[in-house]
T-cell receptor, first 114, second 106 residues
Framework: NAGVTQTPKFQVLKTGQSMTLQCAQD?????MSWYRQDPGMGLRLIHY???????DQGEVPNGYNVSRSTTEDFPLRLLSAAPSQTSVYFC?????????????FGSGTRLTVV | QQPVQSPQAVILREGEDAVINCSSS?????VHWYRQKHGEAPVFLMI?????EQMRHEKISASFNEKKQQSSLYLTASQLSYSGTYFC???????FGAGTTVTVRA
């Protein structure tokens, strides 16, 4: 039981490049979400999914796309990287949506855009 | 809308107590608490539900005041392992506060 697995752990991108951050969970959780963490700002929600085929925007969705083709996987795509997207990205999952169950977080991806 | 946490930081000696507050401008039906060690992922501590009882994780407990739209986290007889940043989360899609950094010194 690996929990929530994120890859890669570290990534350096050049401005304008695209990439996909991977997130997979093996707990059969319906709800998955992506957060970015910047110093002094806590965790901000980018996108979330309440189940396979269903996604929606969070607080800071611009510049990011997501899809959810399976229950297990929830990749985050950066379309054209910008220095403002330098951050630590966390994927999280929960049994259900609605904030009634605890979240399990992945170990994070530290992204630097130069 | 993000909840507001206070204080931003607190420094304790082992064995001392501290309280962290989390307030929301919206009506709350649940509050989550997480702890994050430096360089690691946030770890779920507990969830408080509207109308539910006070929760506890080791010697860390929390309360939920629905009328004040506020939750408080109580660090009792702090240990070195309690050091980290504590986040509260509220709402349907879980918005997090900016965090409270706790440093426990020997």
């Amino acid at each position: 039981n690996a929990g929530v697995t994120q890859t890669p752990k570290f990534q350096v991108l050049k401005t304008g490049q695209s990439m996909t951050l991977q997130c997979a969970q093996d707990m059969n959780h319906e709800y998955m979400s992506w957060y970015r963490q910047d110093p002094g700002m806590g965790l901000r929600l980018i996108h979330y999914s309440v189940g396979a085929g269903i996604t929606d925007q969070g607080e800071v969705p611009n510049g990011y796309n997501v899809s959810r083709s399976t229950t297990e996987d929830f990749p985050l795509r950066l379309l054209s990287a910008a220095p403002s997207q330098t951050s630590v990205y966390f994927c999280a999952s929960s049994y259900r949506d609605g904030g009634l169950y605890g979240y399990t977080f992945g170990s994070g991806t530290r992204l630097t855009v130069v | 809308q993000q909840p507001v946490q206070s204080p931003q930081a607190v420094i304790l000696r082992e064995g001392e107590d501290a309280v962290i507050n989390c307030s929301s401008s919206k009506a709350l039906y649940s509050v989550h608490w997480y702890r994050q060690k430096h360089g690691e992922a946030p770890v779920f501590l507990m969830i408080l539900l509207k109308g539910g009882e006070q929760m506890r994780h080791e010697k860390i407990s929390a309360s939920f005041n629905e009328k004040k739209q506020q939750s408080s986290l109580y660090l009792t007889a702090s240990q070195l392992s309690y050091s980290g940043t504590y986040f509260c989360g509220t709402g349907y899609k879980l918005s997090f506060g900016a965090g409270t950094t706790v440093t426990v010194r020997a």
